[in-house]
């Protein structure tokens, strides 16, 4: 997702992230428990206090830690689900809702090689039917179904490292038929939807994404726009 160069910090924050707030959503870090300092952290887990310092600005965006100027840092007495982007796209989809539950994960995928529709050929600026890459991932969480999403990418683009800039647009909508079918949404109601365009720097679209959740499944959303990590 990042660059090239910048891939295994945004990887080691991210992943750090996670394992906190793993441990916060478990009751392993129960509300209020006080967490280590930043040195503390990095020493642990042998990394630097820059990671660290990414990492604890994730769970504080998904409102699972507090800073108490003078005191420390402390695990919020009532922790959030929080959609994470594009932290979350940085992982696989097992190991991302893995971080969000204690319980078993299922992913299917399917992926082929399709005509394009109208909107992913004015997108990627190809000819209405030219072949793209498609591919659809459905997720449930112990027998419940909490996501299904459409990709699709031009052909010989299979990942989104070339992605500088990612814009999302979240909304409440109507889901399309097999979107419903696997949420087992009732007819006429709402599900959220985040539409997903990643752009190279040279402008070039290199994917397209429609993901629906339940509408329920998420307190909040957190979004940044630049894949690009810092140093």
């Avoid at 906190?20 to 990394?47: D, F, M, N, W």
């Amino acid at each position: 997702m990042a660059q090239q160069g910048h891939d295994g910090e945004a990887a080691r924050y991210v992943s750090l992230a996670a394992e906190y707030a793993r441990k916060i959503r478990t009751g392993e870090l129960p509300a209020t428990t006080q967490l280590p300092s930043y040195g503390e952290i990095a020493r642990k887990h042998g990394v630097s206090e820059i990671v660290v310092r990414k990492a604890l600005e994730l769970l504080k965006n998904q409102g699972l830690i507090r800073s108490e100027r003078r005191r420390g840092i402390f695990v919020t007495d009532q922790p959030n689900l929080v959609r994470i982007s594009p932290e979350r796209q940085m992982e696989d989809p097992e190991d991302t809702y893995g971080h969000e539950t204690d319980r078993e994960v299922q992913i299917e995928r399917e992926r082929a090689e399709v005509p394009a529709p109208e909107h992913v050929a004015e997108a990627f600026a190809v000819e209405m039917g030219e072949p793209v890459i498609w591919t659809k991932v459905r997720a449930s969480e112990a027998g419940r179904p909490i996501s299904i999403s459409d990709s699709y990418q031009p052909l010989g683009v299979l990942d989104t490292s070339t992605a500088e800039t990612l814009v999302e647009t979240v909304a409440d909508r109507l889901p399309t038929p097999d979107h419903a079918a696997w949420l087992r949404t009732p007819a006429g109601e709402l599900v959220k939807t985040v539409h997903q365009r990643y752009t190279a720097g040279d402008g070039r679209v290199v994917m397209l994404s429609d993901i629906s959740y339940p509408r329920n499944r998420y307190d909040s959303f957190v979004f940044r726009m630049s894949l690009t990590a810092d140093s």
